[in-house]
């Protein structure tokens, strides 16, 4: 009983940072979807963001790519997983509330954990399309390095 009570208390202490953690991440992926836009203009007027500097090896240019990924693909794939816990953890209190005969203070903690991973999942759609795009975009530019040094054929 108490092991379940002290669960229920460590969860709640969760809701907040959690929920923060969803708004940066939506105001994050729309920053990312904007600068997605820039780059597409740039890049229809001959911008590439790898450059055939010799001084790098192929491995130190793939190393390079993958940290300029690596933070979309986190937030398109830890994102549900705030969602899901933003939902989960106010549903404990919701449903002591249906119980209980109070349906309108219940409908509020729904609503509010609803909308919460409505973000989360805005975020993560949004991610997944700027680390869908910027990836073929760098990969691209990689296959060419490779070309240009010679190692493709």
Do not use: C
């Amino acid at each position: 009983m108490w092991l379940e009570s002290g669960f229920a208390q460590i969860a709640q202490l969760l809701l907040w940072p959690v929920l923060l953690l969803v708004g940066a991440g939506f105001v994050y992926s729309l920053w990312l979807l904007g600068g997605l836009g820039m780059e597409a203009l740039q890049r229809s007027r001959g911008f590439v963001q790898l450059h055939n500097d010799v001084k790098f090896s192929m491995d130190e240019i793939e190393l390079q790519v993958m940290r300029r990924l690596e933070p979309t693909r986190l937030l398109s794939r830890i994102s549900p997983l705030l969602g899901l816990i933003a939902t989960m953890v106010p549903l404990g209190p919701a449903l002591q509330s249906v119980a209980a005969g109070e349906g309108q203070q219940a409908l509020a903690v729904f609503s509010g954990a609803f909308a919460g991973v409505v973000l989360a999942l805005a975020a993560a759609a949004i991610g997944l399309v700027v680390y869908s795009v910027r990836r073929r975009w760098l990969l691209t530019e990689l296959v060419a390095l490779r070309r240009a040094r010679g190692l493709l054929s």
